[in-house]
């Protein structure tokens, strides 16, 4: 079973920047089991939409919408206990406003999601 933990989310003005976080440990077995991790969003009303993803060799690919904005990266923990992955989120518009998920793939199949963290992009 995987953990995770996601921080970061908050009100900020458009052309603003926020970075969201996202822990994972995995409970009885190896962090290096977590093969992708993805960032979503959903915003009212509407379906939830991928922003980003991110492999255990650290290749990131984005959609049109927030490519050259948004940043997805990973580290992990000296322990090797914990994996964070990051979304950099640069010039924030409107639209961006949404819940964030994390979401964690590993190599034998399952998935699981983080809480969620509310972004706001507002005047």
């Known amino acids: 079973q995987v953990q995770l933990v996601e921080s970061g989310g908050g009100l900020v003005q458009p052309g603003g920047s926020l970075r969201l976080s996202c822990t994972a440990s995995v409970v009885s077995g190896s962090i290096f089991t977590i093969n992708v991790t993805d960032w979503y969003r959903e915003a009212p009303g509407k379906q939830r939409e991928l922003v980003a993803t991110?492999?255990?060799?650290?290749?990131?690919?984005?959609?049109?919408s927030v490519k050259g904005r948004f940043s997805i990266s990973r580290t992990i923990s000296r322990d090797n206990a914990k994996a964070t992955v990051y979304l950099q989120m640069n010039s924030l518009k409107p639209e961006d406003t949404a819940v964030y998920y994390c979401?964690?793939?590993?190599?034998?199949?399952?998935?699981?999601w983080g809480q969620g963290t509310q972004v706001t992009v507002s005047s």
């Open positions: 991110i492999t255990s060799g650290g290749i990131a690919t984005y959609p049109d």
């Open positions: 979401n964690a793939r590993r190599v034998v199949g399952d998935s699981y």
